[in-house]
């Protein structure tokens, strides 16, 4: 499957942005999705995850409460919902995908990258 990530931009701290991960290629739907990313002299942190279906979720401390990932199978799409933006939210994301459905933090672990889209808040 081929990821491609968008969406990304320059906001405020407390602006909102969507981005959106377009995939082709293989059945996306099959898919378990993670967002990562990867800030200037950092290593690669996990976001956010969903399932195949939706059905469930998963998200790092510093998501918590002010994003969301979902999808749209049937539009081969993902997305995540970046609502109160901070500084420090400063970093080139990535969607990735697994054909697994187990819940994976590591980005070792899934098999399909997009090539990223910067997000940059300023304060």
């Known amino acids: 499957v081929q990821l491609q990530a968008s969406g990304g931009g320059l906001v405020q701290a407390g602006a909102s942005l969507r981005l959106s991960c377009a995939a082709s290629?293989?059945?996306?739907?099959?898919?378990?999705m993670g967002w990562f990313r990867q800030a200037p002299g950092k290593e690669r942190e996990f976001v956010a995850a969903?399932?195949?279906?939706?059905?469930?979720?998963s998200y790092a401390d510093s998501a918590k409460g002010r994003f969301t990932i979902s999808r749209d199978n049937a539009k081969n799409t993902g997305y995540l919902q970046m609502n109160s933006l901070k500084p420090e939210d400063t970093a080139v994301y990535y969607c990735?995908?697994?054909?697994?459905?187990?819940?994976?933090?590591?980005?070792?672990?899934?098999?399909?990258w997009g090539q990223g889209t910067q997000v940059t808040v300023s304060s």
């Open positions: 990735a995908a697994r054909a697994s459905q187990t819940l994976a933090v590591d980005g070792v672990y899934y098999d399909y």
């Open positions: 290629g293989r059945t996306f739907g099959s898919y378990f």
């Open positions: 969903i399932t195949w279906n939706g059905g469930a979720t």
